[in-house]
Structure formats: C-alpha cells, structure tokens
C-alpha cells in the first residue's frame, strides 16, 4: 500500500492522524468515537501485534486490568440474572454485551500509552485539533446566543439559560470545551517556539473565548473545573506561575460582566446557589425527607438505597437505571428520585461495581497520582517529567474530582476520554522511573 511505503513515517503519521481526529468524533457523536477507537486498535493490533502488551506493568495497571475483569463477571452475575423475566432477559443480554465491549478502553489505554511510550505517534496534530474543536464549538455557541440557533439548526433550551451549540439538546457544550481547550494554552507554546513572541497576545484571547462560552453553555460544574484545572497548572509550571494573577483578574471580570449584563447567565447561577445554600441547610438539619429537598439530595437517597442492594460487586453496569425503574424502592413514604445513573462517577462505580470495584479504581487512580505528580513536586532529588505530561496530570485530576456532578461513567465520551488521558499520560512517564512493577 501506498500509505505505508516509508514504514516508519507512514505508520507514524497514520496513527497521528487516527487520533488527531478523535476531538473531532466528540463533537460528531458516538458512532464516530467508537469507529475510531475500533480503527486505532485493530490497526495497531495489525502493526505490532503483542508487542503492545509485552511493556512493563505498573501496579496501577495491574489494578486496571482487575477492574476490567470485575466488569465482566458482573456482566453476566448481577441482579437480573436472579429475576430473569421476559423483561428482565432485554436487560440482562444487555448488560453482559456491555461489560464485554467495555474492555475497547482497556485496549485503548495500552494502545496508546505503547504508541506514546515508543514514540510512534506525533501528539502535535491532537493538540492542534483540540485548540480547533474547542474554538468551533465556543464560535458556534456565540452564534447561537445571536441568532437563537446554531450554525447547525439546533435551537437554545427552553429555558434560554444553558446553550448546546453543535451538540443540540445534549448540553455538553461546556464540558467539552473544558476538557480539550487546555492543550491550547500550555501545549501549542511548547511546540510552536516561532509564535512564542505572540503567545503573550493569543493565549488570552483564546481563553477569554473559551471561558465565556462555557458561562454561555449554562454548565456550572466545567466552569470551575476549567478554573481549577488552570490554577493548578499555572502553579506547578515554573514558566507559566507569573500568569496566575492576572488570569485570576481576567476571571472575575467577565464572569461579574457576564452575571450583570446577561439575564439567563444571572439565572442560571443564582438558581445554582439557591441548590446548594438550601442542601447546606438541609444537610446541617439532618432533614432529609424534606419535601422541599434539591433533587441532588433525593438522587444521593436513591444512591444509598440502590447500593444497599449489591453493596460488595455491584449490580452490573449501567444497572443503576434497572434498580430504580424496574424494581421501585419506596423507603418510608418517600419516593425516589430514578435517573440514569448517580450524576457522579464514584457513586455509580459503588452501585455497579460495588465497594470491591470502588476500592480498586480508586486506588488504582491515587497510585497513578503518586507517581506522576506526587514524586515529580515533592520528592528529593525532583525527577524530570516532560513539560508536556503536565497538561495531562491536571486534566486527570479533574476528571477524577470526587465531588463533582457527571454523566455516566460507563458512557461513551466519558469513558474514551478519560482513559485517552490515562493512556498519554502513562506513555509520557519518565522511563528511567523506579515505578516499574514487572509481571
């Protein structure tokens, strides 16, 4: 093939190009990110064959692989097998497919941490298209604000107060941007040493952008990740900590801007801490049957009572909706509030996977913090790290936040997402690090 007529390169620029256009699939859809994922493992699969897992395994990975594995016995031993009905028999086929297929993102991480690792890939192309995903999808909510929808025909929420953009009515807007547009302060820099000069022009430009469309979008939760994951890396990064006060400034006047001039923005916020003052309240009464309760409190109810049920290995994936809706628990004349899932992803891991499957992950994610951050800030002699790993150690954190509201867990872009930054991450570790545990 013509494609790969210069190995070496060709190959290279090939799978460079599989994940530059991962950013991308986010926006498009599900089918995409999973097309793509399907493509970059088989083809690295065809390529190098088992030398992908012939690497050194950390205890962490270890951990990884024992989650995995959890998955898919609870996939098949849950709590449909035990009430297998004509309905329940839908859903337990369901979940075993699902806890199989799940395994893509374990193959996914070694993927690319081995393509990382060997540097077989070129992250240079990523960054870009992450810069240019996250200032089209922040372009597109402006142009919804203006003209009351998007340059796709989505219109704004009923409500006027959160904006999808290219994502319509799954308001995700701000999530997304919040997770891709880091690359483009700390990572185009690094590698464009020729706009170096200009850089004291185009990163605040950029960020001013991306941080008013995530107000824009309505989501709350991103804005302070977005926050947090800066503060974070302007502290830890020795070229970039001058910068810290002024983005501080830059923060708190265009969201005071924002707040004044924009109703729904007003609303949106206020209507925000009016939540959280009244579950302060509640939670310092110990009222929790109050009919008045947010609807996070009830959810957080519907948690504990579902855990209950299979509070050791879980109940299976994406289960939680079947505890709930199918098998209503009514706990002293109060009813519960059913969802999809918990809206944070250690409260679902503990009800699908259950304590056994929290205290895996958990530590399996606090060892991998150890040895990326811990020893690269705190530890005497200091041990290099790659200026381009850190991005990456922020990210993970704040994806990892436990207190912060989420979607699903097991869902699509959470999920590739999530190990996309563990896999680089892990790939950008110093080698000479005394962090090896071999198999």
């Known amino acids: ?44 699969l065809f390529f190098f064959k088992s030398k992908i897992f012939q690497i050194k395994y950390y205890l962490f990975d270890k951990l990884l692989i024992l989650f995995f594995f959890l998955i898919f016995y609870t ?12 309905k329940a028999w839908k859903g337990y086929f369901s979940t075993v497919i699902k806890s199989i297929f799940f395994f893509r993102y374990l193959f996914l991480y070694y993927v690319l941490r081995y393509l990382v690792e060997k540097q077989i890939i070129d992250l240079k192309p990523f960054f870009i298209t992450c810069a240019l995903a ?13 003209f009351g929808k998007d340059i796709f025909g989505f219109e704004t929420s009923s409500s006027g107060r959160k904006l999808g953009g290219p994502f319509g009515d799954e308001l995700i807007a701000g999530s997304f941007i919040q997770r ?74 265009l969201f005071g801007l924002l707040f004044n001039f924009n109703k729904d923005v007003r609303l949106n916020f206020l209507n925000f801490y009016g939540q959280v003052s ?18 996070y409190l009830k959810q957080f109810e519907t948690f504990y009572e579902t855990w209950l049920m299979n509070r050791y290995i879980g ?41 056994l499957g ?44 436990p ?12 999920t590739t997402y999530l190990f996309l930054i563990m896999g680089i991450m892990v790939g950008l570790l110093p080698k000479n690090n005394s962090i090896e545990n071999k198999v």
């Open 1 to 44: 093939m013509l494609l790969f007529s210069n190995k070496s390169l060709s190959i290279k620029n090939y799978f460079s190009f599989l994940l530059s256009i991962l950013p991308i699939c986010f926006v498009a859809g599900n089918l995409l990110i999973n097309t793509n994922i399907l493509i970059l493992i088989l083809s690295a």
């Open 75 to 86: 996939g098949f031993y849950n709590d449909y097998f035990f009430y297998l009905d004509e």
């Open 134 to 146: 996250s200032i089209f999808v922040s372009l597109d909510i402006f142009y919804q604000l203006i």
């Open 180 to 253: 891709f547009c880091i690359f483009s302060f700390f990572i185009l820099p690094l590698y464009f040493q020729n706009i170096s000069r200009y850089s004291k022009f185009l990163i605040p430009i950029l960020f001013i952008i991306f941080f008013v469309a995530i107000i824009l979008s309505g989501n709350r939760m991103p804005m302070l990740l977005f926050i947090f994951a800066v503060v974070l890396i302007l502290i830890f990064n020795n070229q970039t900590r001058k910068f810290l006060i002024p983005f501080i400034l830059i923060f708190t006047l």
């Open 278 to 295: 009244k579950m302060i309240i509640i939670v310092k009464n110990n009222d929790y049957k109050n009919e008045h309760s947010p609807v």
């Open 315 to 355: 109940g299976g994936i994406k289960n939680f909706r079947y505890y709930c809706h199918e098998r209503p628990i009514v706990v002293k004349d109060t009813k519960l509030v059913c969802n999809m899932h918990p809206h944070n992803y250690y409260l679902e891991i503990l009800t699908e996977t259950g304590l």
């Open 358 to 401: 929290f205290l895996i992950l958990v530590f399996s994610f606090l060892l991998l913090l150890y040895h990326s951050l811990v020893k690269k800030y705190f530890f005497k002699p200091k041990i290099y790290f790659d200026n381009k790993i850190i991005p990456f150690i922020f990210l993970f954190l704040v994806e990892i936040f």
């Open 403 to 414: 207190l912060k509201s989420t979607g699903s867990f097991f869902t699509t872009g959470n």
